[in-house]
C-alpha cells in the first residue's frame, strides 16, 4: 500500500511541451498514441511536433519503458513503419537532453521528455495520469 503513495514520485522523467500548448494533463494512453504518431493534433487543432533522445540514450530508454510502458524496439518499429510506407513521419531525433529543451522551448505544439525539470515559463510540464 505505501509503494502505491509514491508510485507518481518514482517517474522522475518528466513531460514538457510548449507554452502554446493549452493541455496539463494526459493520460498515458493519450501520450502513447502521441508518440506512436497517432495522434498528431493537439485538441486545439494545432500540430504536434514530437521530440524524442536517440534510441540508445538512457533517458530515452527510461521514457519508453516508465511513460509509455513500452519498449524503445516497439517504437522503432512503429516509426519506421510509418516512415517507410510513406503514411507518416518519425519523431524529430535529438543528441542531447538540452537539445530537446531548446526545441521543444523554440517550437510551437512541441512535446518531450526531461529527466528532471525545473519549472520555467518557457515550458510546461504535464502531468501524466495512469
Request: proline share 5%; with cysteine; net charge positive.
Amino acid at each position: 500500500m505505501l509503494l502505491g503513495c509514491f508510485s507518481s514520485i518514482a517517474h522522475a522523467v518528466e513531460v514538457i511541451t510548449h507554452p502554446s500548448v493549452s493541455k496539463s494533463t494526459l493520460t498515458t494512453s493519450q501520450l502513447r498514441r502521441i508518440y506512436t504518431m497517432r495522434q498528431i493534433q493537439w485538441p486545439d487543432g494545432h500540430r504536434i511536433t514530437v521530440f524524442v533522445l536517440a534510441r540508445q540514450h538512457a533517458l530515452h530508454i527510461r521514457f519508453s519503458k516508465e511513460r509509455l510502458q513500452m519498449f524503445p524496439y516497439q517504437l522503432d518499429r512503429i516509426w519506421n513503419k510509418l516512415t517507410y510506407s510513406g503514411l507518416g513521419v518519425a519523431p524529430i531525433m535529438l543528441n542531447t537532453p538540452e537539445e530537446l529543451i531548446d526545441a521543444v522551448r523554440n517550437t510551437p505544439g512541441a512535446i518531450g521528455y526531461v529527466e528532471t525539470f525545473k519549472d520555467e515559463e518557457a515550458l510546461h510540464v504535464v502531468k501524466i495520469k495512469d
